[in-house]
């Protein structure tokens, strides 16, 4: 059975305030709810631990000067899909995380939109 990204509820943590904009434009366009954006690490661990349900998270490697790593570590503990943000590429990732989706910066929406299907298992319709 095919699916879509229509109505997943995706979690934002991007500390640039312009392309946090841009992620959620594109997450509304492809049907998403957006949830945030947060711009720091303890806010993000804060949404993962309190927030209802979350389908999916995008996570820039790197927001206010600290790595998001224990952020994927919540999100994988419950089991949420997630994808890398970055300007550096999978290379930028620790051992641990390479080969898990990642978009590099700049992104178009179609990077977006593959890299959170495959983060999901979702099909393409």
């Not at 509304?28 to 690490?41: H, L, N, R, W």
Request: proline share 6%; with cysteine; hydrophobic share 45%.
């Amino acid at each position: 059975m095919t699916q879509t990204l229509t109505g997943r509820r995706v979690l934002v943590v991007e500390d640039e305030s312009l392309v946090a904009m841009l992620l959620e434009t594109i997450l509304e366009d492809m049907g998403c709810t957006p949830v945030g954006p947060v711009a720091t690490v303890d806010e993000g661990l804060a949404m993962v631990a309190g927030e209802g349900t979350l389908d999916a998270a995008l996570l820039d490697v790197n927001v206010a000067g600290r790595e998001v790593f224990p952020i994927a570590d919540a999100l994988t503990a419950r089991g949420v899909p997630f994808v890398f943000s970055t300007g550096y590429g999978e290379g930028g990732l620790p051992d641990a995380w390479r080969g898990h989706p990642t978009v590099q910066k700049p992104f178009t929406e179609a990077a977006i939109r593959d890299a959170l299907m495959k983060a999901m298992g979702v099909e393409a319709v």
